[in-house]
């Protein structure tokens, strides 16, 4: 007879967190995010060892298969460096006609967006924003807010992370904390 079986994997709607088989954990500490922040001085008064963010994913299918797509969770923990708050690196993807759904989870952020000719805006993120990011448009990820961000990811298997733009040039606007409110600074 014809069975029915439950699924290897589970998702936790609450925090966002997976579990299941096919997992990969990703833990992003300070040092690990030498060019992100702006002030080197309180980068450099800050523990190397403090956790800014970490990245669970489901990855079904093998790293650049044509056709798979990929699940992800990521935290970011409150904090900031300077007056910058904790964000994720951020990145182009490889191949650039390569889109990506990212969805709010817990606590309030901004997702900073910029595309090839280095135009940079952004979007609210809070519980049950959800965002289609363009294939071409680099996206970084920063929490705001006084508790965890959570937000949910789903792309392409063979999109790929392509971090040189921004390793070497940084996003054209950097998000500050002024008089106690996020604000969107152009870069020089
Ligand atoms: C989301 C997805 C991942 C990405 C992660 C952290 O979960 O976009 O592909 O790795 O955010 O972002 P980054 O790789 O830029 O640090
Ligand atoms: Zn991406």
């Known amino acids: 007879h014809l069975s029915i079986i439950d699924t290897a994997n589970t998702i936790d709607y609450s925090n966002g967190e997976i579990k299941g088989e096919s997992l990969i954990n990703a833990t992003k500490y300070l040092k690990e995010l030498p060019n992100i922040f702006e002030d080197q001085q309180s980068f450099e008064n800050t523990d190397p060892n403090k956790i800014i963010y970490e ?7 093998k790293e650049g298969l044509e056709g798979g797509l990929f699940f992800g969770k990521t935290i970011i923990y409150p904090g900031k460096i300077g007056d910058e708050y904790f964000m994720t690196k951020g990145h182009f993807h490889e191949k650039p006609d390569r889109g990506e759904f990212y969805w709010g989870i817990q606590g309030e952020g901004i997702l900073l967006l910029m595309d090839k000719n280095r135009n940079t805006w952004a979007e609210k993120m809070y519980p049950g924003s959800l965002h289609y990011i363009n294939g071409h448009i680099a996206h970084r990820t920063i929490n705001i807010g006084e508790s965890i961000l959570s937000f949910g990811a789903c792309w392409p298997s063979d999109a790929g992370h392509n971090y040189q733009e921004i ?22």
């Open 55 to 61: 990245v669970q994913a489901f990855l079904p299918v």
């Open 167 to 188: 390793m070497d040039n940084g996003f054209s606007a950097r998000l500050k904390e002024i008089k106690g409110k996020p604000q969107l600074i152009p870069v020089r």
